[in-house]
């Protein structure tokens, strides 16, 4: 079993910064792919951004620019940095993560989510 623990989140005015962090533990051989998603009221949930375990990231090109993702030293944690916040990026944000159980099986979770609200 896989568990996606959260931190981070909160509330802010525009153009300030929060991180948010996300810690995966379980009977994990391997993450292969660890991101962020978001979603406001009344919309979709979407990417917001993604890294692999080669370090390649991909991020929506509404946060480019501002975001960036990485993964700790401890390669079972994933950062989002958040900068020049905007009204518009208020959300709840939920960690995902993928791989491989100890058992060579598949695995994806989701993590309980984080509220962002950025102010005007």
């Known amino acids: 079993q896989v568990e996606l623990i959260e931190s981070g989140g909160g509330l802010v005015q525009s153009g300030g910064s929060l991180s948010l962090s996300c810690e995966v533990s379980?009977?994990?051989?391997?993450?292969?792919?660890m991101g962020w998603y978001r979603q406001a009221p009344g919309k979709q949930r979407e990417l917001v951004a993604e890294?692999?375990?080669?370090?390649?990231?991909n991020l929506a090109g509404s946060v480019k620019g501002r975001f960036s993702i990485s993964r700790g030293d401890i390669k079972n944690m994933v950062y989002l940095q958040m900068n020049s916040l905007k009204p518009e990026d208020t959300a709840v944000y939920y960690c995902?993560?993928?791989?491989?159980?100890?058992?060579?099986?598949?695995?994806?979770?989701w993590g309980q989510g984080t509220r962002v609200t950025v102010s005007s």
């Open positions: 995902h993560a993928m791989g491989y159980s100890d058992r060579r099986q598949i695995w994806e979770e």
């Open positions: 379980g009977s994990i051989f391997t993450i292969n792919l």
């Open positions: 890294i692999n375990s080669g370090g390649g990231t």
